[in-house]
């Protein structure tokens, strides 16, 4: 990296790639005698967060290099984020053969997730419609809103429902492997992956995610209806914290079920919403990033689904 100061600021006007832009905001945070952790509390950005934005593995968020320029260091955002869009496309150029392969793969499950967001915004628009029709034809607000309550009363057993099933779906198949490989047991070779085998796990899991965010819409809480949104994301994009942290599947899919019922659970007892615990953050973060990463690759941005090598 050069500098555009003599004091020893690195120049973002220099940078084309992942690896020259997770240096450059290294070596900013280090000319600022700024650390990781100084620079989380600056921010609110999870220092896990932070420490990929400057491995140079990836490409980050934009959103994370404006705060850690911008908030974390107090430099003008404007060039570091000329210099994201760069490695941005220097990634699209880059990316191998075996991560096309596994987005052509996931393009299937991208549009079963968006066919299933768009049924989710017809529930929603008939529910208000038919509120309209029965507010016409004289029904009270006060009989509506007892209607949504009892509504949201079903709801929410039926998330928690469904909640409870997803946590006790087992491992993909592939994990499993890896799971008695690694505990000694012989099962010989990895295995060509039969489609069926894998596909038949992937239909049980993706139904039922399907189903709870159908069962959400009921949800008239806002705070729950969004915890239970970040539970689905990080248990689409599981890839993301398998990618980045190395934390398989069924791990994932734990976090964000405990953190979600924990919510419902909360919710029904009249409490406040307990506070999200730092793993359900970390895991959020690196499905989020993840997501980032398919919109790189792709040249789309906003859909969201489950892709990549995600065979179980």
């Not at 004091?7 to 900013?28: F, I």
């Not at 496309?89 to 793969?105: F, H, I, M, N, P």
Request: aromatic share 4%; glycine share 8%; with cysteine.
């Amino acid at each position: 990296m050069g500098s555009n100061e003599a004091d020893g600021l690195p120049d973002p006007g220099r940078v084309s790639t992942a690896e020259d832009l997770a240096a450059g905001l290294k070596q900013l945070l280090n000319h600022q005698r700024l650390t990781g952790k100084a620079v989380a509390e600056k921010t609110g950005l999870a220092n896990s967060t932070i420490s990929t934005a400057i491995n140079g593995k990836t490409v980050p968020r934009r959103d994370t290099v404006d705060e850690i320029v911008r908030a974390g260091c107090g430099q003008d955002p404007k060039p570091w984020l000329d210099a994201w869009e760069r490695a941005k496309r220097d990634k699209r150029k880059k990316t191998s053969v075996e991560e096309l392969a596994a987005l052509v793969d996931g393009m299937e499950s991208r549009i079963d997730s968006l066919d299933a967001a768009l049924r989710d915004a017809v529930a929603r628009i008939d529910a208000l419609e038919s509120e309209n029709a029965d507010l016409r034809t004289g029904k009270s607000v006060a009989k509506l809103g007892e209607e949504r309550q009892a509504r949201a009363s079903v709801a929410t057993d039926r998330v928690m429902e469904l909640l409870q099933a997803l946590s006790q779906i087992d491992v993909g198949p592939k994990q499993k492997w890896l799971q008695d490989t690694r505990a000694g047991l012989d099962r010989g070779p990895e295995p060509e992956w039969h489609h069926a085998e894998v596909d038949s796990w992937r239909r049980m899991r993706s139904s039922l995610i399907d189903a709870l965010r159908f069962a959400s819409v009921d949800i008239i809480d806002d705070d729950l209806r969004l915890r239970l949104s970040d539970a689905i994301q990080m248990m689409e994009f599981y890839g993301g914290p398998e990618k980045h942290a190395g934390q398989a599947e069924s791990v994932t899919r734990i976090i964000a079920v405990q953190g979600a019922l924990e919510a419902t659970g909360a919710y029904r007892r009249g409490q406040e919403l307990p506070s999200l615990s730092p793993d359900f953050l970390d895991t959020l973060e690196f499905a989020n990033m993840y997501e980032e990463e398919i919109d790189i690759i792709s040249g789309s941005r906003g859909n969201k689904s489950s892709w990549g090598n995600q065979g179980g």
